[in-house]
């Protein structure tokens, strides 16, 4: 008798344990999937973030553009020729036709900076436009004249890091006797733009 009751009571048992064995599964499995979606959302809620940061430097970086270029502008149109002594920082006698000159050549060289930072331009893109850029002797003279200007930026800065490695295409470029030019200059690998050239003492 005694065997039958305990028989029965397991009878009973069993089915409760499996049940709750079974709600325990269900609950961790629920848990589980839960927490793969709260990842996924994180993980798209970071994507979010980062893109909308990369459209917020974008957009800034277009306005600063835009201001710049509209600056300069008023300063190369002819009835505003008094705005160019405001913008002569040069160590030498720069005449009015020059300064227009190197106004220009900036607004070049900016073009190019801006669309290298904003993604339209790859580094190897950008080194190539310099490069082609350096071609005439007016943007070298205007890279020479502004070197003063170029070493105030902060040394970690982008655009002093593309400062440098402008110089280093410069220098390769007037020292070879190369005439394929377009070959002259091999771009170095990105880590090497941060350090500055290393000068002998």
Known sequence: MGTRKSAAAAGRVLPLAAAGMGFLAGTITALVAQQRLTCAL???????????????????????HRLHWELLSKALEDENSALLEVLDAYDANVSAKKQRQFLYVNAMYTSMVFNYRIG??????????????????????????????????DSASEEARLGVLVDRLLQQLEDSEHDEWWVVGELPPDEDELRPPRTEH
């Open 42 to 64: 994180g993980e798209r809620l970071d994507r979010l973030e980062r893109v909308t940061g990369a459209l917020q430097r974008t957009t800034a970086l277009t306005h600063q």
């Open 120 to 153: 339209n331009l790859t580094r190897e893109q950008f080194y190539g436009s310099v490069r082609g850029m350096f071609q005439n002797p007016i943007c070298r003279e205007y890279w020479h004249a502004t070197e003063p200007h170029r070493s105030t930026l």
